[in-house]
């Protein structure tokens, strides 16, 4: 498959985003753009455990619903769900009512509660990861990287679940940590400029 297709206003974009408007404005305003706000890097790595067998299109359907339940991912207010929380939300036919997901990011929750009072953020932590070098073409899309496998690790020697290399290259590509956008997709430059200007978190 092409890196690249045009769409319906005549712009090439990653191909991935083609199928749907859905998809193409989460790509043009969402994917790759660099975020260091921890809410939001935290709801990334829980919609990517969400996702984990299934597609990015029925995450996106069904993400708003997520973020009412889950109170727009606030670490602290998910940190103290209770096994009460957990039987409400497998009632809930607006989410991904998988149990272990579900309970993975409420563990979650508590284990970036202490990674936050150890490194400062969650985004100090996770921007270590980020290549410092610029990225090499690949003749292929990826789906780990050498950065990927060992936040992975890292994070799964924190006791975090659902966080598989896959899963967690998935959540650089798409805060930006990485710049996957294909060479000709139009945003690939709007990215790459919002990367170089930003300061890198620190503890």
């Not at 455990?49 to 990015?56: D, T, V």
């Not at 339940?69 to 039987?87: L, S, Y």
């Not at 924190?158 to 997709?185: I, K, S």
Request: charged share 25%; net charge positive.
């Amino acid at each position: 498959m092409s890196a690249t297709l045009l769409g319906p206003d005549g712009r090439r974009r990653c191909a991935w985003c083609i199928a749907t408007a859905q998809y193409r404005a989460y790509h043009d305003n969402e994917w790759g753009f660099p975020v260091t706000d921890d809410r939001r890097l935290f709801e990334k790595l829980s919609l990517e455990g969400f996702q984990c067998g299934l597609s990015w299109r029925t995450i996106l359907q069904k993400r708003a619903r997520l973020r009412a339940v889950f109170h727009q991912f606030d670490i602290g207010r998910i940190a103290r769900f209770t096994t009460r929380d957990v039987i409400r939300l497998l009632g809930d036919a607006g989410i991904v009512r998988h149990r272990g997901k579900i309970e993975a990011v409420i563990h979650n929750a508590r284990r970036a509660e202490e990674l936050i009072l150890r490194e400062g953020s969650l985004a100090a932590f996770v921007w270590r990861y980020a290549p410092r070098t610029p990225q090499a073409r690949r003749s292929a899309p990826a789906s780990t990287s050498a950065e990927s496998i060992a936040l992975s690790k890292d994070l799964k020697k924190l006791g975090w679940r659902f966080v598989g290399p896959t899963t967690v290259y998935a959540f650089m590509q798409a805060m930006g940590l990485v710049n996957d956008h294909a060479e000709a997709c139009v945003v690939r430059a709007q990215v790459e400029r919002a990367r170089r200007g930003l300061s890198r978190p620190s503890s």
